[in-house]
C-alpha cells in the first residue's frame, strides 16, 4: 500500500477490496485544499474554535496570547458548514469576492460526495468532472457515509494533542503510540 495520511481512502486501511473509487476519494481531499488553500490538516491554536480561526476564512481571532498547538482536521470543519449551508466560510480568505457562494457551495459539494466512507456511493471521476462543469446536477453527499469524518477528526485531534507531550513509558513509547496505526512504514509506503 502507498499513499499519504489523510488522502487514504478508509478502505485501505479496512482490508476492503481497493478500486478506482480510492482514488476518487484522495481527489475529494484535494478539492477541498483548493477550497482552503492549504492542508487539510494544520496546527491551530488550542483557544481556538474552528469558527473564530481566521484560517478557516471569517476573519476573527482569538483574543488568546497562549499558543498550545491542536490539529484542525479541514474536512470535519467543512461537512459541519455544510450542514449549516455556510460555505462561503469555507473560502481561502485570499480568494475574497473572486469566488461565490454558489463555487464554493459546489466545490464542496462535489468534495463531500467524493469522500464517501462507502466507495459504491463515490461518483466516478466521469461524473465529477461532469458535476464541477455543470453539465450534471450536483449530488448531495450522504450524511450517514460522512459519519466516519466525526470520528476520524475528533481522533486526529486527540492524537495531536498526546504527540505534543513528551511523556514516555518505561519502554520508551511515547502515549501517542498507542493511537498510530499498527501498519509499518513499507506497508504504507513500500511498491504498489
Known amino acids: 500500500m502507498r499513499g499519504t ?3 487514504l481512502a478508509p478502505e485501505w486501511l479496512t482490508g476492503v477490496t481497493i478500486s478506482d473509487k480510492a482514488d476518487v476519494y484522495s481527489y475529494g481531499m484535494v478539492l477541498l485544499e483548493i477550497v482552503r488553500g ?3 490538516s494544520a496546527a491551530q491554536p488550542q483557544s481556538h474554535s474552528l469558527e473564530n480561526d481566521s484560517s478557516y476564512g471569517n476573519g476573527s481571532s482569538s483574543s488568546s ?4 498547538p491542536r490539529q484542525a482536521y479541514f474536512p470535519l470543519h467543512a461537512l459541519e458548514m455544510h450542514e449549516k449551508k455556510r460555505y462561503s ?3 481561502d480568505s485570499r480568494l475574497e469576492r473572486r469566488v461565490t457562494n454558489e463555487e464554493v457551495r459546489k466545490l464542496v459539494k462535489v468534495a ?4 464517501h466512507e462507502d466507495p459504491i456511493l463515490r461518483p466516478a471521476m466521469v461524473t465529477v468532472v461532469s458535476m464541477l462543469e455543470g453539465i450534471s446536477p450536483l ?3 450522504r ?3 460522512l459519519n466516519f469524518l466525526r470520528f476520524y477528526g475528533r481522533r486526529f485531534g ?6 505534543g507531550s513528551n511523556d514516555r513509558n518505561e519502554f520508551g513509547f511515547s502515549s501517542s503510540d498507542k493511537l498510530m496505526s499498527c501498519m509499518s512504514a513499507q506497508q504504507l509506503s513500500g511498491p504498489r
Open 5 to 7: 495520511r489523510g488522502y
Open 158 to 163: 486527540e492524537a495531536s494533542r498526546i504527540e
Open 112 to 115: 463531500l460526495c467524493c469522500l
Open 139 to 141: 449530488t448531495e453527499p
Open 89 to 91: 466560510e469555507l473560502a
Open 65 to 68: 496570547s497562549g499558543w498550545e
Open 38 to 40: 492549504r492542508k487539510n
Open 143 to 145: 450524511q450517514e457515509s
